[in-house]
């Protein structure tokens, strides 16, 4: 069994490449997905997104998909789908094998230990609709922050993989000088970079590929990588 890793796939959007370099890869279905943010595929909020979570789990032979929320997803349909109890904490689940990773929370995957943090903010929000095409809880709630902690404290601030759709403030100026952006969520993980040990941080969001060496941080986007 191994675990992949994948960069926004934004429902359609970036699906075929998806496609394509997973039967490259020859997956098999022992094989974990993890999108790391706007999956997408939870969007419509009616029935298109189920059908649109059964053609994926057809198309892709992975055992499990699995997903870190972005800033592209429809929080007010995730926020109600039911709960159920996997890789050690609580999912949500949304088809057959797809399960969404909550904030906050250790997951125990493959005998590896992941901390997740999803959530972003929408730098075009401005443009967008609310409750249509955005949604205020893209950004972590007081609980979801208290629950983090709570999980930080709990493991020692030791784990094997950091997974988040954004990045910490110094992990943020390394894949750019662009990158000026500065919120509460990449606030809170600049306050406990310097205590986190980990072996890698993965996430998505700025659309690139790009490791942060000094942070043992990889950025991926459009790209199916195999974890080490």
Not at 57 to 73: A, M, R, S
Not at 74 to 99: A, D, R, S
Not at 106 to 124: H, L, P
Not at 164 to 169: D, F, G, I, K, R
């Amino acid at each position: 069994m191994a675990i992949y890793l994948y960069g926004d796939l934004h429902r359609d959007n970036d699906l075929f490449p998806l496609i394509e370099q997973t039967r490259e890869k020859k997956i098999t279905d022992e094989d974990i997905l993890i999108i790391l943010g706007d999956f997408g595929g939870i969007w419509f909020n009616d029935y298109k997104d189920e059908e649109w979570i059964e053609n994926l789990e057809n198309t892709l032979p992975y055992k499990y998909i699995l997903f870190v929320d972005g800033n592209h997803e429809c929080f007010e349909k995730i926020n109600k789908l039911p709960i159920v109890e996997m890789f050690g904490n609580p999912v949500h689940k949304c088809g057959e094998k797809t399960y969404h990773l909550m904030r906050g929370f250790r997951y125990n995957i493959n005998e590896k230990a992941f901390f997740v943090m999803g959530g972003a903010s929408s730098v075009d929000k401005f443009v967008r609709v609310k409750g249509i095409s955005w949604w205020p809880e893209e950004m972590p709630s007081k609980e979801e922050y208290e629950r983090a902690f709570k999980t930080l404290d709990d493991n020692e601030y030791k784990f094997d993989y950091i997974l988040s759709h954004c990045a910490a403030n110094s992990i943020q100026k390394g894949l750019s000088k662009f990158f000026i952006n500065k919120d509460k969520l990449t606030c809170f993980f600049e306050s406990i970079l310097d205590d986190l040990q980990y072996k890698h941080w993965y996430f998505g969001h700025y659309h690139m590929n790009k490791t942060i060496n000094e942070y043992n941080a990889t950025c991926i986007y459009r790209k199916l990588i195999k974890l080490k």
